[in-house]
């Protein structure tokens, strides 16, 4: 038998977000949206830093869910002559602008905390709790819409945990407004933004350096490489692995190209159709390809 390249183009198991999802995502966006709104008016109307720092955490999510949302529908739309993988590599770009803006976002709340250390406000404690207690119940609520998908979907589960961290955060800047209520000291709120900031910072430095990451076709970090050619090398018949390639086509599926050095050839299909199965099984690449070469073409592609 002669050299093989077989794609078996109709045996992806691709990680789509269930069309289910779409009035989860639906009322997150609204819910969350306005209540950033409220939030935002309540933190320039009683001037705290601590409202206003958490109403960027809660917009950045709100971004968040609209990505993952946006890459759902995207997942969904049929390849073209020109763009053969679809529009999945575009949340990966939506990811990282978002990030960017958050960066940007996050240097001013800092700065603007800096200056109500500097020069301190009155702000009004029990109001702060009252707008961020609200918070925990509208997070809370939206991370519950996503809880029964967060096992079987990435892009759900970073929904979820979003806006369960959403709701902590919450939570602590109703500790701030109590505790300036009780103490009458105003610097707790900008110091309650510095801690926000950091845990914004925290969040979205991750974002940014796995985006990169995927836009430079890494191989994402839950896949080990070198125990995928060992995967391959083990199979029956096969004495080589090379030009093996494992990238990100979309935040949630990843790509693999192969080439398998088979001296004796292999007998029929059953051979590659066993090893996408078991790619796909073990290490959830649903998209791979990969050429049965038998040995004597070197390593060139």
Not at 111 to 123: Q, S, V
Request: hydrophobic share 50%; charged share 15%.
């Amino acid at each position: 038998m002669g050299h093989g390249h077989h794609h078996h183009g109709h045996d992806h198991a691709h990680a789509h977000a269930p069309a289910s999802f779409d009035r989860a995502f639906a009322w997150g966006i609204a819910l969350n949206l306005a209540y950033v709104l409220c939030e935002a008016t309540a933190g320039l109307w009683w001037g705290s830093m601590a409202l206003l720092a958490d109403a960027g955490h809660n917009l950045s999510d709100v971004m968040g869910l609209g990505v993952a949302w946006a890459g759902a529908a995207l997942a969904r739309k049929p390849a073209t002559k020109r763009f053969t993988y679809g529009f999945k590599s575009s949340t990966i770009l939506a990811a990282m602008i978002n990030a960017l803006l958050l960066m940007v976002a996050l240097g001013a709340i800092v700065l603007e905390a800096t200056r109500r250390l500097i020069e301190p406000a009155a702000i009004a404690g029990p109001e702060i709790a009252v707008v961020a207690a609200i918070g925990i119940a509208i997070n809370g609520f939206t991370a519950w819409l996503f809880a029964r998908g967060r096992h079987g979907d990435v892009n759900i589960r970073g929904a979820y945990l979003h806006m369960l961290s959403d709701a902590v955060v919450s939570a602590g800047v109703v500790v701030a407004g109590l505790a300036i209520w009780w103490t009458g000291a105003g610097w707790i709120d900008p110091l309650t933004s510095f801690v926000i900031a950091g845990v914004i910072f925290w969040q979205t430095a991750g974002l940014l350096r796995e985006t990169v990451e995927m836009a430079l076709q890494a191989v994402p970090r839950d896949l080990d490489y070198d125990k995928v050619r060992m995967a391959l090398r083990v199979l029956p018949g096969v004495e080589r692995v090379h030009h093996l390639h494992i990238w990100p086509m979309s935040t949630t599926e990843p790509v693999l190209t192969a080439h398998l050095v088979m001296p004796g050839g292999m007998q029929d299909d059953a051979f590659l159709r066993a090893a996408q199965a078991m790619l796909r099984e073990e290490y959830g690449i649903g998209h791979a390809t990969l050429q049965v070469e038998r040995g004597d073409v070197g390593d060139g592609c």
